[in-house]
């Protein structure tokens, strides 16, 4: 019985505890009034002054490394002889030429006997040679041997043909009081004097076209006539041109040039000699008076002289004589010929 009572007196307080009770109007207990505390000052954290950071540096691309390339090759080495004209007559002039596609120096040989060439505009090395009296028909050989900077060589070769001439024998008689100027001796000590003058080589080329007549007149004897002498055998030949006139008619330049003699001699009478330059020379004989002193620079056509007949010489005229190197060949052709 009394566990059947316990049993239901469990049940009841179960079901009461189950069983929600309404909330009951409570006075609400006085709260305690929180006590402030003062607000404490806060001391500001310094704050670091922020150093600007660099910007990064662009690193650089990496180049690459360009691949090498090849020395341009070279222009061919290359020359190019030329000897004007290709037919020519003893006493008569050669105009040497020679071409090469690069700068590069040069030795040209006539027959085995080098030239002396020298800088032109057109070609590389250019000159002139004359072509003795006495050359013997037939062929001249030219040869050049050229190198260059990078040590190549390369040789060229030309030729020329001489023709036969037929010059005539003129004999000239000379008055007794000029007889004695055919001797040797005084033949050849003034001509020991003039031939230092007639060798020197000027690089520089003084004359431009063809040469005019050095004076007015007539031929009174032509270049390359043999000599004979008051009626004897022929002993040289007429190395110039011989123009008369009156005595004191004007004698000009027919190139410019400098004077380098211009003096009395023994043989030559009043005797003016021009340098041309490259070697060439023209020289006047037996004149009367000279108008010209030597080093000054004359022009084509400037006064020179007046004609005469000083000196070896049988009547007024001039002689007039031109030289390429030390080969005296025929003024007429300077007449008619004009080098590039």
Sequence with gaps: MRRVLAIVLGLVFLLAACIPSASPTTTPRPTRRPTLSPTPTLTPVPTATATPTPAPSATPAPTSTPRPTAAPSPLPLSAGLVVEPGLVLPGNTLFVRLYTTVPASATVWMDGQELGLFPAAEARFAGLVGVSIWAAPGPISFSAVVRDDLGRTITSTTSVEVLAADYPIENVNLPPDRQELLDPNIVAQEWAYVYPFLEEVTPERLWEGAFISPTKGWITSLYGTMRAY????????????????????????????????????????????????????SSYFHMSALLVQPGALVRRGDPIGRMGSTGLATGSHVHWEVRVGMVTVNPEEWLKRAFP
Excluded: F, M, Q
């Excluded at 008369?244 to 410019?256: D, E, K, R």
């Excluded at 001699?265 to 490259?278: E, K, S």
């Design 230 to 281: 008051n009626g004897a055998p022929p002993s040289s030949y007429h190395n110039g041109l011989d123009i008369g006139n009156y005595s004191g008619t004007l004698v000009i330049a027919p190139a410019a040039g400098r004077v380098v003699v211009a003096e009395l001699l023994t043989v030559r009478g009043n005797c003016v000699i021009l340098d041309h330059g490259w070697g060439v020379h």
